[in-house]
Every structure is written in C-alpha cells, then in structure tokens.
C-alpha cells in the first residue's frame, strides 16, 4: 500500500512541474496584406503539438520552454518558421504565398453502379 501511494505521488509530483514549465505563446498568422488566414496550423517543432487558428488568424499555443521553434502552415502559402525566445509579446507569422500550385486535380472513382 505504501509503495502505490509512493508511486502515485512520484506520478503527481512529475506531471505537476511538467504542467508548471508549460510556457503559453500567442501571436497570429497573416497574408502579405495583413488579413488574418482563419484556420491556418501552427505547430511546435520540437514536441509536434499544434493548434489551429480562429476565424481572425490568432493562435495560442503551449510549449514546453524556450527557445521553441514555431511552424505556420497553410494551404497555397510557404510554410514560415520562427523561433521564440520569450512570450512577453505576440508572434506575428506574415505566410507569403505559393505561386508553384498552378492546377488542382481531382479524380473520381465509380465502382459500383448505383440504383435509385
């Protein structure tokens, strides 16, 4: 019995100073106009956690210490990537877009015939 709560608390006492060391950044991700980009991903390079935009392109986002390495990505834009230092301001990702997507191909496939 000893031992459980012995583990139990060494459980708690880990998760505790994981979640205490938990650093929140906020920021947003913009087009080369400024307008937010509702829905993009940002994402923490070193431990893959991610999160996604609101409709007006502001995120925030927990890590696990600093430096973190930030990764914006969104369809049709080159992904960004910024390093953060501190979280005493916000981050802006300014995505330039990606003029190498000239068509979109969409293929179907009927198997079955179906009967209404």
Known sequence: ???NQ???GLLFTIIGTSVVNAQTIK???TDENG???AFSNVVDKA????V???????FE???GGFPATLIAKYVGYQNKTIEVTNATEAIVFKLDTNNSLDEVVVTGNRSKVRMY
């Open 27 to 29: 920021g947003i991700v």
């Open 6 to 8: 012995f583990i139990l």
């Open 61 to 63: 986002i927990k890590v």
């Open 1 to 3: 019995m000893r031992f």
């Open 35 to 37: 307008q937010g980009l």
């Open 52 to 58: 996604t935009t609101d409709a007006k392109g502001n």
């Open 47 to 50: 431990t893959s956690n991610g």
